[in-house]
């Protein structure tokens, strides 16, 4: 069924070499590992070029910048996404340590799990295919490895449903996000979001990135901390590196949810003594 080989997915594909290096150096020590940003003057990839200019009507730009905004009442800002607790070990300690943190995460967690889990949600709304959606959802569920990541999909699942119902009277798929359960989750939300306000996928997936990269530069902004013009040079890099994290989640065959060590951080930001964020 839909929903067996959806639940499956984390275990069917090995992580890259890349990837799998990262989370075995994490999870075994507490030194960060080494990153390699490769500078260009390439401001933009050919296939984000191509996508952006698919999208120069007014309209849906305008929806993109709205879902890419921290305006946005779905409350991103109360979340470090494990960042808080991986100051706290001391893994995050600078500004280039955040920056390899970053980095890190809009790899393994971006380009493998939330954006592929995104692309195929917004799939199954365009089809109108509640099945698929549920058995997307149940693998935000099920793949969540803390209780606050749990409570953060669920409770930015929920605000960003609302929103959109607050903006759209009437749309096929409301109902359907509406009846996901035990609650919708944030990725199948956006999903949706997107399919309802007609932005084409890729862009975005770009939106999305960057909403999500805008948020965490925040965060270490609060609580590495970091100055202002640190945090632009972290979300700079962070730019340059998302184009190619979309393309990687767009060729995916499926998500894969493989990041022990931001679980392990999650867990531990549960009982720390002293916080600013909400996981």
Known sequence: TMTTSITTMRMKRPATSTALAAVTTMATDTAMPTLTVTRTTTVMSTALAASMTRTTEPAALLHLLWLASPALPVGAFSYSEGLEAAVEAG?????????????????????????????RAHAAAQRLDAAAL???????????????????????????????????????????????????TWPVILACAIAVRGAPLEPALHAAAFGWAENLMQAAVRCVPLGQSAGQRLLAQLVQAIPGAVQAALAA??????????????????????RLFRS
């Open 91 to 119: 893994t995050v300690r600078d500004e280039a340590s955040a920056a390899q943190w970053l980095l890190s995460q809009l790899e393994l967690t971006q380009a493998r799990a939330e954006l592929p889990l995104v692309a």
């Open 134 to 184: 549920q058995a997307c959802n149940d693998w935000v569920l099920q793949t969540r490895e803390t209780s606050e990541s749990l409570q953060q999909t669920q409770q930015m699942g929920r605000s960003l449903l609302a929103w959109l119902r607050g903006l759209v009277d009437a749309h096929p798929l409301l109902p359907l996000a509406q009846q996901l359960s035990p609650a919708p």
């Open 253 to 274: 065959d499926e998500p894969i949810a493989f990041a022990p060590m931001l679980g392990i951080l999650g867990a531990r930001h549960e009982t720390q003594y002293s």
